[in-house]
């Protein structure tokens, strides 16, 4: 089952893909449901009922009609790991720890769906603004000290993600987080694919194409630390709540071709890692993560407005 959020006059709705083309609006399916996904996921039969409610029923909507929108709103907690593909971490040279993961958080205003601009920093701010095609998980049963054994049966889902990284501002000090959090600097989506229909992540691979060009491509298998073993470390800190996401890295970028003229190029490269074969993300790309078994995330990348002082009464 692919859960999407989607705008629905001034608020947002939920539907249940039928196919690839079209779907199936949940308000006309099942009313009595909650139109926000993480209320779902927190009932104890939530995405049964969302199961029963859709089928047979065909889809009556057009996805290409829909603008779609983040399908966990402004969850619990959104964690992130850093360094987490081996690949990655040969490519930056820098240490991490082989015991325990390297996580920090994002915030609910740092993504945007399926579609959306994906807003890259003015230049009179920060020029290093890179691409993170991710695996997202999505928490479905809360809990604490979970075993990693039992560790998946928690797991509601599974959707693509890409971390749009400031990286002039991960090393402003030792702390990177603000990097990692500039408005609408990154998106995941297209929808929630039910973990029952994606199977075991480590048999599923992660691609990021920039303007067509692959830019990363490795196995899901390639994680330092995977997604059981991560659920279980979380859940020794707090209890993890139902719509708690968890980005787990990404890798390193692939050797340029010998035509490659923009990944061979590294005086257009403007962080600490000089990188053959990476390309900031500029205004005009389009960039796309697709893991198989899920689908391809999509988004332009769009300029953010030069830097002049707000209020914050309209936000």
């Not at 049963?141 to 998946?152: C, E, F, Q, Y």
Request: aromatic content about 6%; proline content about 6%; charged content about 20%.
């Amino acid at each position: 089952m692919r859960i999407i959020a989607y705008q629905s006059g001034a608020g947002t709705a939920l539907g249940v893909m039928d196919g690839t083309d079209s779907f199936i609006p949940l308000a006309d399916a099942a009313p009595d449901l909650p139109s926000d996904l993480v209320a779902i996921l927190a009932m104890p039969d939530g995405l049964d009922r969302v199961r029963a409610a859709v089928a047979g029923r065909a889809g009556t909507q057009a996805l290409a009609d829909a603008r779609l929108k983040p399908f966990l709103g402004r969850a619990n907690a959104l964690w992130a790991l850093a360094l987490n593909f081996k690949t990655h971490i040969e490519e930056t040279g820098l240490t991490t720890s082989r015991l325990h993961p390297h996580l920090f958080l994002r915030t609910a205003a740092s993504y945007v769906g399926h579609g959306e601009p994906i807003l890259a920093p003015h230049e009179d701010v920060a020029r290093a603004f890179d691409y993170e095609g991710e695996l997202a998980v999505v928490i479905g049963r809360g809990g604490r000290h979970i075993p990693r054994d039992r560790a998946l049966d928690h797991v509601a889902g599974y959707s693509c993600l890409n971390e749009g990284s400031v990286r002039e501002y991960q090393h402003h000090n030792r702390q990177f987080g603000l990097g990692k959090n500039f408005e609408a600097s990154g998106s995941y989506g297209p929808w929630l694919v039910t973990a029952d229909e994606f199977g075991d992540p480590a048999r599923h691979r992660v691609k990021t194409r920039v303007n067509g060009v692959t830019r990363q491509d490795a196995p899901l298998d390639d994680m330092l630390f995977d997604v059981a073993g991560t659920i279980a470390y979380l859940s020794q800190a707090y209890t993890l709540r139902p719509g708690d996401l968890i980005a787990m890295g990404t890798p390193g970028a692939l050797h340029p071709a010998e035509d490659d003229v923009d990944g061979r190029d590294l005086s257009r490269q403007f962080g600490t890692f000089k990188t053959p074969g990476l390309v900031h993300m500029r205004p005009g790309d389009r960039v796309e993560v697709e893991i198989d078994g899920i689908g391809v995330l999509s988004n332009p990348i769009q300029g953010d407005t030069a830097p002049a002082y707000t209020d914050g009464r309209h936000v």
